[in-house]
């Protein structure tokens, strides 16, 4: 059983920067691939980004390559998603999310989730 709480989130302005974090609780995190999905108001949960659970792959959705890095602190138990030259489109709930996925960019492959913390971008 894992236990993920995201903090970080807030209103930012266009192109600045946020950090996300996703403390997860319990000794099976370093056994884990880790994921951050995101749901804006009326859509769909989508990917944004993971990390394998030895931190050696990581995948990122097409619109935040180059902007959003991944990144986990195996002494903490946290996983990061650090935002920057943010968009009024990255505006939405943004979910942790843990497992032994086949697949990393899929929802289905994640069996623990967090509640989401809300990211804001004003233009």
């Known amino acids: 059983q894992v236990q993920l709480v995201e903090s970080g989130g807030g209103l930012v302005q266009a192109g600045g920067s946020l950090r996300l974090s996703c403390a997860a609780s319990?000794?099976?995190?370093?056994?884990?691939?880790m994921g951050w999905f995101r749901q804006a108001p009326g859509k769909e949960r989508e990917f944004v980004a993971a990390i394998s659970w030895n931190g050696g792959t990581t995948y990122y959705q097409d619109s935040v390559k180059g902007r959003f890095t991944i990144s986990r602190d195996y002494a903490t138990n946290t996983v990061y998603l650090q935002m920057n030259t943010v968009k009024p489109e990255d505006t939405a709930g943004y979910y942790c999310?843990?497992?032994?996925?086949?697949?990393?960019?899929?929802?289905?492959?994640?069996?623990?989730w967090g509640q989401g913390t809300q990211v804001t971008v004003s233009s």
């Open positions: 319990g000794r099976t995190f370093r056994r884990y691939d």
């Open positions: 999310a843990a497992g032994s996925a086949t697949s990393l960019t899929r929802e289905g492959g994640y069996s623990y």
